[in-house]
């Protein structure tokens, strides 16, 4: 029988949710947000974009079919916390083990829709009172840089630097796919190994000539976490890339773009975290079934370089032009419908029609 342990959940406006503790003890904390994905835990906690942040899940019961560790998107557990309504105990005690925070017998939905309604924001979580916990919030960094702008004292270094590998690695063989690592999802490398590319990982400070003498067919600009406007040095080395080489480019990778174009990006309200978003491909009645998992957002709707938008809210959710193109959801699918998939279809037919490779 498990034992009973009272936790609370309380976010920076004050409000608290009660439950039980089902991870490891102690209190964390982090930015709230949500996922209303049915089924792919593993891969959620796993996945570096959730860096910094606590993970709701919306779905009533957690861990239905145990815990597949290579279903894994990183070799840790990058949420800060995870809240459920129901955690299957195998799901739980694989959290506990890591060290995570866990909450169940949360009432999720009265937290998704007071997200929904107030935004996103710091929360804490954990087996202490309340008042602890609300402190434990206040003093968390912001992962909005305008906000930390105004709050040196809680600014998050940029955490797609953080996400990212420190050295240099190769999955597969065939034509050279340089990828751009902010904390880039196994299987997105796994996607290019499988249609016969050679994935050359990079770390996120590489620069466009550390790029460039690696000799890629093609540049993958990958996903990761925080906002895009942080990362100062990796928008240069996307502009310094364009017109040299293909580029393309995955979530906060389509962000970076975005920047190095001129377009600007903004933080969503409370951000789109799911298995079942719908987006059109512009200028025509396709629309396509997309996983996604970002809280960040590229101004540009009327802009000429858009290709894809959100049905939901109008967001841009795509770019392309010449030598460039770029997706904000993930084509993946891990898990998640396959409608995007040739995304790295694409990718390859590129790595293979590309011409001579010239570095200057």
Same mark, same amino acid.
């Given at each position: 029988?498990?034992?009973?342990?009272?936790?609370?959940?309380?976010? +920076?406006?004050?409000?608290?949710?009660?439950?039980?503790?089902?991870?490891?003890?102690?209190?964390?904390? =982090?930015?709230?947000?949500?996922?209303?994905?049915?089924?792919?835990?593993?891969?959620?906690?796993?996945?570096?974009?959730?860096?910094?942040?606590?993970?709701?899940?919306?779905?009533p019961?957690?861990?239905?079919?145990?815990?597949?560790?290579?279903?894994?998107?990183?070799?840790?557990?990058?949420?800060?916390?995870?809240?459920?309504?129901?955690?299957?105990?195998?799901?739980?005690?694989w959290?506990?083990?890591?060290?995570?925070?866990?909450?169940?017998?949360?009432?999720?939905?009265?937290?998704?829709?007071?997200?929904?309604?107030? =935004?996103a924001?710091?929360?804490?979580?954990?087996?202490?009172?309340?008042?602890?916990?609300?402190?434990?919030?206040?003093? +968390?960094?912001?992962?909005?840089?305008?906000?930390?702008?105004?709050?040196?004292?809680?600014?998050h270094?940029?955490? =797609?630097?953080?996400?990212?590998?420190?050295?240099?690695?190769?999955?597969?063989?065939?034509?050279?796919?340089?990828?751009?690592?902010?904390?880039?999802?196994?299987?997105?490398?796994?996607?290019?190994?499988?249609?016969?590319?050679?994935?050359?990982?990079?770390?996120?400070?590489?620069?466009?000539?550390?790029?460039?003498?690696?000799?890629?067919?093609?540049?993958?600009?990958?996903?990761?976490?925080?906002?895009?406007?942080?990362?100062?040095?990796?928008?240069?080395?996307?502009?310094?890339?364009?017109?040299?080489?293909?580029?393309?480019?995955?979530?906060?990778?389509?962000?970076l773009?975005?920047?190095?174009?001129?377009?600007?990006?903004?933080?969503?309200?409370?951000?789109h975290r799911?298995?079942?978003?719908?987006?059109?491909?512009?200028?025509?009645?396709?629309?396509?079934?997309?996983?996604?998992?970002?809280?960040?957002?590229?101004?540009?709707?009327?802009?000429? +370089?858009?290709?894809?938008?959100?049905?939901?809210?109008?967001t841009?959710?795509?770019?392309?032009?010449?030598?460039?193109?770029?997706?904000?959801?993930?084509?993946?699918?891990?898990?998640?419908?396959l409608?995007?998939?040739?995304?790295?279809?694409?990718?390859a037919?590129?790595?293979?029609?590309?011409?001579?490779?010239?570095?200057?």
């Amino acid at each position: 029988m498990q034992m009973d342990r009272p936790a609370q959940l309380v976010l +920076e406006d004050g409000t608290a949710f009660s439950g039980r503790a089902a991870g490891a003890p102690g209190v964390s904390a =982090g930015e709230i947000c949500f996922t209303t994905a049915m089924a792919g835990y593993e891969e959620a906690v796993t996945d570096p974009s959730y860096s910094a942040q606590v993970l709701v899940f919306s779905y009533p019961l957690v861990g239905n079919y145990g815990v597949d560790e290579s279903r894994m998107e990183s070799n840790r557990v990058w949420t800060e916390g995870v809240v459920s309504r129901r955690l299957r105990p195998s799901f739980a005690g694989w959290l506990a083990g890591r060290g995570v925070v866990a909450l169940e017998e949360v009432d999720t939905r009265a937290v998704v829709r007071h997200v929904r309604s107030q =935004g996103a924001m710091r929360c804490a979580l954990g087996e202490a009172e309340p008042g602890e916990l609300l402190a434990r919030a206040l003093a +968390e960094p912001h992962i909005d840089y305008e906000r930390a702008l105004a709050e040196p004292e809680l600014a998050h270094p940029p955490l =797609g630097l953080l996400a990212g590998t420190s050295e240099p690695y190769s999955v597969g063989s065939g034509p050279r796919v340089a990828v751009l690592d902010f904390g880039c999802k196994r299987s997105i490398v796994g996607r290019l190994a499988q249609r016969g590319l050679e994935a050359y990982v990079c770390p996120p400070t590489y620069d466009a000539d550390a790029v460039l003498e690696l000799k890629p067919r093609v540049v993958l600009v990958g996903n990761g976490p925080g906002d895009p406007a942080q990362l100062t040095d990796a928008i240069q080395t996307v502009r310094d890339l364009l017109g040299r080489v293909e580029l393309f480019g995955v979530c906060l990778g389509h962000q970076l773009l975005g920047l190095a174009l001129g377009l600007g990006t903004y933080k969503l309200p409370f951000g789109h975290r799911g298995a079942n978003h719908p987006v059109r491909v512009r200028d025509t009645s396709r629309v396509l079934v997309t996983v996604q998992n970002h809280g960040f957002a590229v101004d540009a709707s009327d802009a000429p +370089e858009v290709s894809h938008l959100s049905l939901n809210d109008g967001t841009v959710e795509g770019l392309a032009g010449d030598g460039f193109a770029s997706l904000q959801f993930h084509p993946e699918a891990a898990p998640g419908p396959l409608d995007a998939i040739p995304f790295f279809d694409r990718i390859a037919d590129a790595c293979r029609s590309a011409p001579t490779f010239a570095a200057s």
